[in-house]
């Protein structure tokens, strides 16, 4: 059985994701695709606010139903940790820039995440 994530960091000049426990040992690291210079991730210190296991997501000029285990950092919704099918799909590597502001993390990953990480957890993003 896994123990509970105690804190997510996402760094944005390597393009990684670090998860803690609760003893704050690193038990995970993953290489994600955050957002592009024309549309950057916000830092900050967040936490985990909603979590769907698919959403539609919208925003200005993009429509993308079915993205999966998404895990909203802001309370607005419009920042949000999730898998990206589609960019494996297209075998677009993970640690580029690539989104519209949301950090895409590889689908096992983002599976993992959701299912071991409450809502409440602490988020940050940090360059």
């Known amino acids: 059985m896994v123990e509970l994530i105690a804190s997510i960091v996402v760094d944005l000049s390597d393009q990684k994701l670090y998860v803690y426990n609760q003893q704050q040992e690193l038990v995970r690291t993953v290489l994600v695709s955050s957002g592009k210079g ?26 993308a139903p079915n993205v999966p285990w998404a895990m909203c950092i802001t309370q607005n919704g419009m920042i949000c940790m999730h898998g990206a099918p589609w960019q494996e799909q297209a075998n677009e590597a993970f640690g580029v820039p690539r989104s519209h502001g949301c950090i895409r993390i590889p689908s096992p990953h983002a599976r993992w995440l959701f299912e071991n990480t409450p809502k409440g957890t602490p988020v940050s993003i940090q360059a």
């Open 38 to 63: 024309a549309t950057p991730t916000p830092m900050g210190v967040g936490q985990v606010y909603d979590k769907y296991r698919s959403v539609t997501m919208r925003g200005r000029g993009y429509v």
